[in-house]
């Protein structure tokens, strides 16, 4: 459900045999002891990056919404959200 | 001709870039049925485009240090208003609204992007198998696969369609089939190439680098697009750092180091092996010195990247939901539609890596898998620095195996892991490294050597790496 994939039984079938080989694998992180050891999610030491604040042109609205499948009054259409009617 | 000698001649006015483009063009229409290096060839756009940098030539302007050179594009890189498709069916006739910012620097610089080029679906995989529109064959063996998830770009160079290529690499997907198709390959350091336009697949991992023939060749495309860039939040803030003057300087006095945990890894050819001794001696005989290391957490850097990788992707592909661009399968209300276009649109290994970084991520596992797999690229990053107290450069091989057979490991996405053993450990330390073809194996398939140095240490691998070619047998 999280990964928000429609898959079919043949597709689970076969992922639950090849994703628990893998994690398997994976899993040998856990030999290390990592005790008093931080995270690193991101290979530079870098924080806080900012820019000025100037005013920019974005993306042509029109150019963008050419490319979506369902657009309409200046915006994408979806099929509805909540459980009413649209 | 090289990248370097295109670019010379066409600056000197010797040749017009048009003519290097035909050239090019023949090559492409003669082989590309049977390579499939390409997703889409820019005939036109690559004749414009010459025609431009010749009036600049005949204007007496300067061209740009790539004057007239025929790029190519892997496919995960934006390009406006050319299809850009990650050789996913979930991205089919998109076409971008902007460009990379490494494609602006290319065409700036007088290069021609001839093509873009075929990769594993989002750059997961080692074979190029996974596209969705087919493998990609090795031009030096149409048997076998070129390498991944860059296929395509090292096919292009290898067969010679393009003088350049710029791939990306997120576990070894530039080196690695540069290794197998017998092309130069570098994944410079984490931030000196701006991601801008560069799909994300891992974004604490992904980089831009170039795949050609020569290692010169490389250290000209790596001076064009380095550099910082303003959109790309964790691009490096200070100037790149002169590689092409660097590269000549030899290796006397250069202390090299052979990874244990690369030389010694699980499943390497004796060939390649010894290809790596090899390289070690000649690298002596110029005046380095050469010892052995060990980097112990190295021999965990798969495992930890099998966990922090797909957890990454896991996220960045989330957008991918049928709303903004590319495909929509409908449904009767919003989360239907997302799930059904996810699956019509997303092949096997992409939906296996989303699987398993959602699982890698949630409640009650995070800690043990995504925290530990964290925690372990630290112990790698500490045990680099401690080789690299040592050592000014490491040594060891860039894939396992030579070229394998087309279907060898596509029924077991475990051993195509595999192939990364020796690439990825690197990419989790934000390092650069360097695949340099160094011989053949008893079959004649090419062995990639890898060279590899500290963060920002591109001038003493290219040193390095100029040496392993020029010893090369």
């Known amino acids: 459900m999280l990964s928000r994939l429609a898959l079919t039984d043949d597709e689970i079938e076969q992922l639950i045999g090849e994703l628990g080989a893998i994690l398997e694998y994976a899993a040998e992180v856990s030999a290390l002891d990592t005790a008093d050891v931080p995270p690193t999610a991101h290979p530079l030491p870098l924080v806080n990056v900012f820019r000025p604040d100037d005013p920019r042109p974005g993306l042509d609205r029109e150019e963008v919404l050419a490319q979506a499948p369902a657009a309409e009054d200046g915006q994408f259409r979806v099929p509805r959200i909540l459980g009413e009617a649209p | ?473």
């Not at chain 2, 023939?213 to 000209?220: G, I, N, Y």
């Open chain 2, 1 to 473: 001709m090289s990248a370097v000698e295109i670019a010379a001649a066409v600056r000197a006015g010797e040749r017009s870039a048009r003519d290097v483009v035909e050239e090019h063009l023949a090559v492409i229409e003669a082989r590309e049925p049977e390579i499939h290096a390409f997703n889409y060839v820019l005939a036109d756009e690559a004749r414009a485009a010459a025609d431009a940098v010749d009036a600049t030539v005949g204007r007496g302007d300067d061209p740009g240090l790539l004057a007239g050179v025929p790029v190519a594009l892997k496919d995960n890189m934006c390009t406006r208003g050319i299809p850009t498709t990650c050789s996913s069916k979930i991205l089919e006739g998109w076409r971008p609204p902007y460009s990379a910012t490494v494609v602006d620097r290319v065409v700036a610089a007088g290069g021609v992007p001839i093509g873009k080029t075929n990769l594993d679906e989002f750059a997961m995989g080692s074979s190029t198998e996974n596209s969705a529109f087919g493998p990609t064959r090795n031009p030096r063996r149409p048997d076998r696969v070129p390498g991944g998830s860059s296929g395509g770009s090292a096919a292009a160079v290898a067969a010679g369609f393009a003088a350049a290529d710029l791939g990306s690499d997120t576990g070894g997907s530039i080196r690695q089939p540069a290794a197998l198709s017998g092309v130069v390959g570098i994944k410079p350091t984490y931030g000196l190439v701006s991601r801008y336009g560069l799909i994300a697949f891992a974004s604490s991992l992904d980089q831009i680098g170039p795949l050609t023939e020569s290692v010169d060749d490389a250290a000209l495309v790596l001076e064009v697009i380095a550099g910082h860039d303003p959109l790309d939040s964790t691009s490096i803030s200070e100037p790149a750092r002169g590689v092409r003057d660097a590269a000549g300087a030899g290796v006397d006095g250069l202390r090299v180091g052979i990874v244990e945990e690369l030389a010694d890894a699980e499943g390497v050819q004796p060939d390649v092996a010894a290809a790596v001794e090899q390289a070690a001696l000649a690298l002596e005989k110029e005046g380095a010195t050469v010892e052995r290391v060990s980097v112990p957490s190295a021999a965990y850097g798969l495992s930890a990247y099998y966990l922090i990788a797909p957890a990454e992707a896991s996220s960045n592909l989330a957008r991918y939901d049928g709303v903004r661009y590319g495909l929509r399968v409908d449904g009767p209300d919003a989360a239907t539609m997302n799930a059904r276009t996810r699956d019509a649109g997303f092949g096997r290994e992409v939906k296996r890596r989303i699987m398993l970084g959602t699982y890698a991520l949630s409640a009650g596992y995070y800690d043990a898998y995504y925290g530990q797999a964290q925690r372990v690229r630290t112990l790698i990053i500490r045990d680099f620095a401690r080789a690299y107290e040592r050592f000014d450069a490491l040594l060891g091989p860039t894939s396992p195996t030579t070229a394998f057979e087309l279907g060898a490991k596509t029924a077991d996405p475990l051993s195509m892991y595999l192939s990364d053993v020796c690439t990825v450990p690197t990419s989790l330390a934000g390092h650069p490294a360097a695949s340099v073809p160094f011989g053949a194996d008893a079959d004649g398939l090419p062995i990639g050597v890898q060279v590899l140095a500290p963060a920002l240490g591109e001038p003493v691998m290219f040193r390095v790496a100029r040496m392993i070619e020029e010893a090369a047998p």
